[in-house]
């Protein structure tokens, strides 16, 4: 089993910025995939950006330009760097991993609200 816990998230402004960290524990091998979903409320959980091992990454159109992605694979973390933020971008930010074998897990944080209001 893998255990992500999230920390970062909270209230700003628009135009301002976040961070949030991730950081998983347990059977953390083989895990090449990591990254962030968000769920607003009424809304589908929507992929934000992802990261693998190997250090690709992948962004929500309407993320991108605004946010970048980040890992430390030594310490089995992954960061979320947001910028610019939106109203749009309200929500419960959730981490993800995925972790390869036969079949493949994927594992979740329990989430942290972000919220962006003036």
């Known amino acids: 089993q893998v255990r992500l816990v999230e920390s970062g998230g909270g209230l700003v402004q628009p135009g301002e910025s976040l961070r949030l960290s991730c950081a998983a524990s347990?059977?953390?091998?083989?895990?090449?995939?990591m990254g962030w979903y968000r769920q607003a409320p009424g809304k589908q959980r929507e992929l934000v950006a992802h990261i693998t091992s190997g250090g690709s990454t992948n962004f929500a159109d309407s993320v991108k330009g605004r946010f970048t992605i980040s890992r430390d694979n030594a310490k089995n973390s992954v960061f979320l760097q947001m910028n610019s933020l939106k109203p749009e971008d309200t929500a419960v930010y959730y981490c993800?991993?995925?972790?390869?074998?036969?079949?493949?897990?994927?594992?979740w944080g329990q989430g942290t609200q972000v919220t962006v209001s003036s």
């Open positions: 993800h991993a995925r972790q390869s074998g036969s079949p493949q897990r994927d594992y």
């Open positions: 347990g059977s953390v091998f083989n895990i090449y995939v």
